[in-house]
């Protein structure tokens, strides 16, 4: 559609208009909350952390679709296997869900060569949990983006934004927008069905997918910092290429076992980060709870420092007295539908002004515009709200609640009616780590849920309380099959790897781990799975099952490294692979001579034909219906004969 002279050159101040509004935000970056004058630009601290892409965005009933790592998060846009005009992109609180659209907005406004996001005319980019209950799409761009420019109106903006060649929408935080999963027939959810703007590309943030997605739809997902992006931000946000700092912080962060790898989530790296290099005696950590109440003691400390000690008093009481400020919190995450953020003026009236002056002072709360439901036309009215920092301090609060509640309580079912443990696990884990019994408590309740057993294991790790009731659950929990998934994220699987290891140091007996869709291999040392995650398994000496899925090739090479690692396992008993495309035969001298003393049974599972490996020849072959190979005992040549049988009508398929 062609523009007249006029709205040719409205649609200059309309880009200008969001540029100014873009440049406001990304050189707004905080990394620590309580340090207020110490602001970034995107680009000074953004480092990509781990993407995945899937490849089946509509994977069969009780699969997981495939997924595949990228490079760079530019390739969700520029791989030419991903074109897609919807894009959903996943992470959990703290993976930086938030960070990477002000680099891709960043991007547009200085025109970065390389970017996706260099030829787009036009950049949207809206944070949904503002749009209280606007429907149309138009009115929010013009209050949040567009509220310093009265020269373009909502109605040439519409003009505007469908003649233009190429137009990119960013929704972030889906999660945390009012309106989500309703009925509503707004643009937000007209758009991501495609029902509006199907031309435009649309990009969506969120921790959960929407439950109606299109099959076009292309899903991705951050899976957080591995070791050469926690490099990366250390030199280039917190110490500017100093190696002798670098290697300091990441002595820090190795001295803090549990942290190095909750690490990989970036928010609370960032924090780690930058206050391991301003606090020259910062302590050891042992769990996820010890080190958030170290950070909001470093968020009064530099309030205090501010003040000089004059009201070293008040501070203590409301550092340590936060009751309301806990029921608020518990409050807003017990709901059907969530709420993260209230009206200022009656949260200021529960907690009271002092409290609520401090709590924004220290940057623990933070202020922000809503659009008020009184708004008409272009006459908009905004209401001030507040809400944490980060979902994560939300949690954190509501869980001092959760524990007074637990603590007290004989049935938890009516305490956690909305309160679910696969959206929320920080505040189970906070609770546990708070106090023992509640954790007892929770962790039992986990275990009653279906696929609960990995919660209770990121609670048992925060437990502080007698290592015997921790070991008690270790056993029970280790008596059954443990899975870790490659939809696991990367803080579940760790925690449920940190289990295995704490069960093989005290001899707990392992009855089987599953890998499911991991792709191990063995690093160079023969000493540990390293999954596709990133994430390590080391020899477990009490595992009696090991069982690996996967459906890709595997070299010989690769298999005897598998066969190595598992034969360090000294009390391993089986080996499955399921579903792996194997070498036909394998060198009798790559197969460990322990494996052979110890006769564990090596399977190889496709479909349903069962093949045994034969520890002296190499050789895949079919077996009885007990397992058993020729010339072993019990071995039954019925049994076997009918076995054999069906594993050469396999073999010619």
């Known amino acids: ?136 799409l ?30 990119h929408i960013i ?94 989530v970036p928010l609370i790296f960032v924090m780690f980060a930058h206050m391991a290099h301003d606090q020259r005696d910062l302590m050891k950590f042992k769990s996820v709870t010890k080190f958030f109440k170290h950070m909001i003691r470093c968020f009064y400390d530099h309030l205090k420092q501010k003040f000089k000690g004059n009201r070293s008093n008040d501070f203590y009481l409301h550092e340590m007295e936060h009751h309301e400020l806990d029921k608020i919190a518990f409050e807003g995450l017990n709901k059907e539908n969530q709420q993260l953020s209230w009206n200022k003026t009656r949260f200021r009236q529960r907690i009271g002004r002092e409290s609520y002056d401090q709590y924004i002072s220290i940057g623990i709360l933070v202020e922000e515009d809503e659009v008020n439901d009184d708004s008409t036309g272009d006459n908009v009215l905004f209401t001030t709200m507040v809400r944490f920092y980060h979902k994560l301090f939300c949690e954190w609060y509501a869980a001092h609640h959760l524990v007074t509640l637990v603590k007290n309580a004989h049935n938890l079912s009516d305490i956690l009616r909305f309160v679910d443990p696969f959206d929320l696990q920080y505040l189970f884990r906070f609770a546990c780590g708070l106090n023992p019994n509640a954790g007892k408590k929770l962790i039992n309740h986990l275990k009653s849920l279906p696929d609960g057993d990995k919660f209770a294991i990121l ?85 009696q099952e090991l069982r690996i899925w996967d459906n890709r090739r595997l070299t010989n090479e690769e298999l005897a490294a598998i066969l190595s690692y598992s034969s360090q396992c000294t009390t391993l008993k089986e080996l499955l692979f399921s579903w792996y495309i194997l070498p036909d035969a394998i060198p009798v001298g790559s197969i460990p001579p322990s494996l052979k003393s110890r006769n564990v049974k090596v399977w190889n599972y496709k479909y349903q034909d069962s093949r045994r490996l034969n520890l002296q020849t190499g050789q ?34």
């Open 459 to 543: 609670c048992i790790l925060e437990q502080t309380g007698d290592v015997n009731n921790i070991m008690d659950s270790v056993k029970e929990l280790c008596s059954r099959v443990v899975k870790i998934e490659r939809g696991d994220s990367a803080l579940l699987q760790r925690s449920t790897t940190q289990l295995l290891e704490i069960a093989s140091k005290n001899h707990i007996p392992i009855s089987c781990v599953h890998l499911w869709h991991c792709s191990p291999r063995v690093d160079e040392s023969g000493l540990n799975l390293i999954l596709q995650s990133g994430l390590s398994l080391s020899i477990l000496s009490s595992l």
């Open 171 to 264: 929704l972030d935080g889906y999660d945390e927008y009012p309106g989500r999963d309703s009925n509503d027939n707004d643009d937000v959810h007209k758009i991501i069905k495609m029902e509006l703007f199907a031309d435009f590309d649309v990009s969506l943030t969120t921790r959960y997918l929407p439950g109606y997605l299109r099959k076009e739809t292309m899903r991705a997902k951050l899976t957080g910092f591995d070791d050469k992006a926690r490099n990366e931000y250390i030199c280039k946000a917190v110490v500017s290429n100093n190696d002798e700092a670098v290697e300091e912080i990441k002595q820090r962060l190795n001295e803090n076992s549990i942290l190095a790898d909750l690490c990989q």
């Open 1 to 136: 559609m062609e523009l007249t002279p006029d709205l040719q050159e409205k649609k200059q101040f309309l880009i200008e208009g969001l540029k100014r509004t873009y440049k406001g935000q990304y050189d707004a970056i905080q990394p620590l909350p309580y340090i207020k004058d110490r602001l970034y630009c995107v680009d000074k601290v953004f480092v990509e952390g781990g993407v995945e892409v899937c490849l089946a965005p509509e994977p069969t009933p009780g699969t997981r679709g495939s997924w595949e790592r990228l490079d760079s998060y530019k390739s969700i846009y520029t791989d030419y296997r991903f074109k897609s005009k919807r894009r959903i992109i996943q992470g959990e609180p703290g993976y930086g869900k938030s960070t990477l659209t002000l680099q891709l907005a960043y991007d547009w406004c200085n025109d970065v060569s390389d970017s996706p996001m260099n030829n787009v005319e036009i950049l949207i980019l809206l944070r949904l949990r503002q749009l209280g209950r606007v429907k149309s």
């Open 138 to 167: 138009y009115r929010a761009i013009k209050s949040f983006l567009l509220f310093h420019e009265p020269r373009v109106s909502k109605h040439e903006l519409e003009k505007i934004i469908h003649s233009c060649s190429s137009v």
């Open 620 to 653: 895949w072959q079919a077996c009885d219906g007990n397992g058993n190979l020729p010339g072993e005992e019990g071995f039954n040549v019925r049994s076997y004969q009918e076995s054999l049988a069906k594993f050469n009508r396999a073999r010619r398929k």
